[in-house]
């Protein structure tokens, strides 16, 4: 069975800095989908970016950019000059590469504070 | 496009009764999920349904709970009797039959407080 960790509960940054959140993951799939989910107060979770596990290079989507390492199985999401809109539950999931319909398998969560 | 709609947003009920959750998906999603997280814990998931069969309900904590798909497409959960345990924040998700690597669209969940 898939595993996702994420072992930072809670992290905080200061407005427009940088700041790392850690995912790590266990499978014996070659081909899988990796996905940040962010849920901010209102609590409606929102993709963030993803990244398909047969693609080296790390997806990015503006501030956010993620370091994908596969034979680590680590999947970190970095976001650059952190605004105080990015405060939220950050999730970490995995999902099998198949056509449609498997799925998301969720890591702890980790809640971000950013700081004015 | 209006997105997953989710609802009650809240509901407080005593240990033995019964609640319903509901999950109106994006029109023409043919999948459907329904996920929990506990309080501090990860979210997990409870089944998927395609159009209105479950195709994956191996989540599914044990028979007190009850999901349904009408004629393929709003969904209901049913917890009866509620538990104390079953609080938590519940989330409905659909995605198109054909999506490949895209994630799902989710709802903004039902916080159910079991007391």
């Known amino acids: 069975a898939q595993t996702v960790t994420q072992s930072q509960p809670e992290m905080s940054v200061q407005e427009a800095e940088t700041v790392t959140l850690s995912c790590t993951y266990d499978?014996?799939?070659?081909?899988?989908?990796l996905f940040w989910y962010k849920q901010p107060p209102s609590r409606q979770m929102i993709l963030v970016i993803r990244?398909?596990?047969?693609?080296?290079q790390n997806a990015t989507e503006n501030r956010f950019s993620v370091n994908f390492q596969k034979a680590a199985k680590s999947f970190s999401l970095k976001i650059s000059d952190s605004q105080l809109g990015d405060a939220a539950m950050y999730f970490c999931a995995y999902r099998r590469a198949e056509t449609s319909g498997s799925r998301l398998t969720f890591g702890e969560g980790t809640q971000l504070t950013v700081n004015p | 496009e209006a997105g997953v709609t989710q609802f009650p947003s809240h509901s407080v009920i005593e240990k033995g009764q019964t609640v319903t959750l509901r999950c109106d998906p994006i029109s023409g999603h043919d999948n459907l999920y329904w996920y929990r997280r506990v309080m501090g814990k990860e979210i997990k998931f409870l089944l998927h349904?395609?159009?209105?069969?479950?195709?994956?309900e191996s989540g599914m904590p044990n028979n007190r709970f009850l999901a349904e798909r009408t004629g393929g497409t709003y969904s209901t959960l049913k917890v009866q009797p509620a538990e104390l345990e079953d609080s938590g924040v519940y989330f409905c998700?659909?995605?198109?039959?054909?999506?490949?690597?895209?994630?799902?669209?989710f709802g903004s969940g039902t916080r159910l407080t079991v007391v």
């Open positions: 349904f395609v159009k209105e069969s479950k195709q994956d």
């Open positions: 499978t014996s799939e070659s081909d899988y989908y």
């Open positions: 990244q398909e596990a047969y693609k080296q």
């Open positions: 998700a659909s995605s198109l039959w054909t999506s490949g690597g895209d994630g799902y669209t």
